[in-house]
């Protein structure tokens, strides 16, 4: 849908209209036929036609193209009222810059920002509304620190709070020791599993080692042996000699 030509000030060109709505021209596009009209209006056309509104010529998505430019800048030339007219505002800008002061105007109805509230409020009397609110937050006035909305303010209970902020923070405390618990002892058992490895394995070495001392004692006995043998040998033959 295009812009109410009612909001304009002074003559629109009907070449500035859309050939669908006879609206002022919104986001437009133009067929080959030179025929304008507002994108979301032809779009709505197209699903159910296969021709121009205005002619009857054949035309499709693909060949709609943007306004020519001398006619984009007679658009955005035009000069319109504030959507929020009926509201107090007295703002006139070009369609060009419309949107923009539209969406910074002080007399449009935005939504409250507290949570729960319906309440639509012109954006310049905002504050005074969140001012007075049912729905606003506040800090406690007790000192308790709980965080509570105007309408809660006959329910509220500083002990119950504390109390139950008070169970909250042991459940989470314990829950916590138990978490600390469980990853102390697994750290525990695996060190455990890697000691026991490490002591399997120095005492397959150790016995290794023993194995390798005895062998070695062994092979020193026999050494020992065959010198005295040799030694003896020797002897024998040295008196032999001397007899001879």
Same mark, same amino acid.
């Given at each position: ?5 009612? @909001? ?13 709505? @006879?609206?002022?021209?919104?986001? /437009? ?36 193209? /943007? ?12 000069? +319109?009222?504030?959507?929020? @007219?009926?509201? !107090? ?21 935005? /939504?409250?920002?507290?949570? !729960? ?5 012109? @954006? ?16 406690? /006035?007790? !000192? ?21 902020? +008070? ?20 750290? +525990? ?44 040998? +020797? ?10």
């Amino acid at each position: 849908m295009g812009y109410d030509i009612e @909001r304009f000030v002074g003559y629109v060109n009907e070449g500035l209209l859309c050939s669908i709505c @006879r609206d002022v021209l919104e986001d /437009p596009l133009q067929a080959p036929c030179e025929h304008a009209f507002c994108t979301a209006c032809i779009h709505g056309w197209l699903v159910h036609h296969s021709n121009c509104p205005e002619d009857r010529q054949v035309i499709d998505v693909a060949l709609l193209r /943007p306004l020519y430019r001398y006619m984009k800048n007679d658009l955005n030339r035009l000069q +319109l009222h504030c959507r929020n @007219r009926e509201f !107090g505002c007295e703002m006139v800008c070009s369609l060009e810059s419309i949107d923009r002061h539209e969406r910074e105007c002080e007399y449009s109805q935005i /939504p409250c920002s507290n949570a !729960g509230c319906t309440v639509q409020i012109e @954006r310049r009397n905002l504050d005074g509304h969140l001012a007075v609110c049912e729905y606003r937050s506040r800090e406690c /006035p007790n !000192g308790c620190g709980y965080t509570i909305l105007s309408a809660e303010d006959t329910q509220h209970n500083c002990v119950a709070e504390l109390r139950t902020e +008070l169970e909250l923070l042991r459940s989470e405390m314990i829950c916590r020791v138990e978490e600390a618990k469980h990853e102390m002892e697994s750290r +525990l058992d695996s060190q455990r599993r890697h000691m026991v490895q490490k002591e399997s394995i120095l005492q397959n070495e150790i016995e290794e080692l023993k194995s390798q001392i005895s062998r070695l004692m062994s092979d020193v006995c026999s050494l020992m042996a065959a010198e005295r043998q040799h030694r003896q040998e +020797l002897e024998q033959a040295e008196l032999e000699k001397r007899e001879l």
